[in-house]
C-alpha cells in the first residue's frame, strides 16, 4: 500500500513556502535548490553558503507547530521533517533520505527542520488522464483530471521514492508508515487521490 504524508493540522492553511516568495523571488536561487532537492542534479555545495527558510502560513502557531513532524511545501515539492523525526531515521533512512537543515519562521520564532531530499526514483504513475478545456481566449487545452497510481508496485526496496517522471508526486509504503507509527510520530497518512 502507498501513502501521501500528511501534517497533523488539518487547516486549509496548512502549508510552509520558502521565504523568498513574499518578496520578490529569486528565480535563479529557488532552480539551483529545486534542482538539487527535488531533480536530484548538481552537488548542493552552494547550501554551504546559504540556509534554506521556510514561513508557515496562518494555520501555524507557537503551540501547534512544534507538534507537527511533518510540514508540506507550497514552493517545493519536498518533504519537511521534524527534529524528532530525523533523531529516530537518520540511520535507518540513509538509503532513503539526505536531511538538509531549514529554518522554519512561525510566530516570530525560528524552529529547526530538516528537508528530506528524496533519493530514490519509482514508477509510482501508471498513467494520467486529461480532459479538454476552452480557456477564456477560445484556445484548448489539456487539464489534469486523474492519476492512476500503481499500487502493485515493488515496495521491498524503497520506505519512500519520488515518481520518476513526475517530480513534484512522491510516496512512502506501508513499511514506512509502520516505523512512524512505532516510534509515535505525528505525521497522517492518506491515500493518494
Excluded at 150 to 158: L, R, Y
Aim: net charge negative; hydrophobic share 35%.
Amino acid at each position: 500500500m502507498l501513502y501521501e504524508l500528511k501534517p497533523i493540522n488539518r487547516s486549509d492553511d496548512i502549508y510552509v513556502y520558502w521565504e523568498s516568495f513574499d518578496r520578490h523571488p529569486d528565480w535563479k536561487l529557488y532552480e539551483k535548490y529545486n534542482d538539487f532537492i527535488v531533480k536530484n542534479k548538481g552537488d548542493g555545495k552552494f547550501l554551504n553558503y546559504t540556509r534554506i527558510k521556510f514561513k508557515t502560513q496562518t494555520a501555524y502557531n507557537k503551540k501547534n507547530i512544534e507538534k507537527e513532524d511533518y510540514l508540506e511545501s507550497i514552493n517545493f515539492k519536498i518533504p519537511i521533517f521534524s527534529q524528532r523525526f530525523v533523531e529516530c531515521f537518520k540511520n535507518e533512512m540513509q538509503e532513503e533520505l539526505d536531511f538538509i537543515e531549514c529554518d522554519i519562521l512561525c510566530d516570530g520564532n525560528i524552529y529547526n527542520y530538516y528537508i528530506g531530499k528524496i533519493l530514490k526514483t519509482k514508477k509510482l504513475v501508471e498513467r494520467q488522464t486529461f480532459d479538454e478545456i476552452i480557456l477564456n481566449d477560445g484556445t484548448k487545452s489539456e487539464r489534469l483530471q486523474n492519476i492512476i497510481y500503481n499500487m502493485n508496485i515493488d515496495e521491498n526496496d524503497f520506505l519512500i521514492a519520488r515518481d520518476e517522471s513526475i517530480d513534484y508526486i512522491y510516496l512512502v509504503n506501508e513499511k514506512f508508515k509502520k516505523l512512524v507509527k512505532r516510534n509515535n510520530l505525528k505525521i497522517v497518512f492518506g491515500t493518494p487521490i
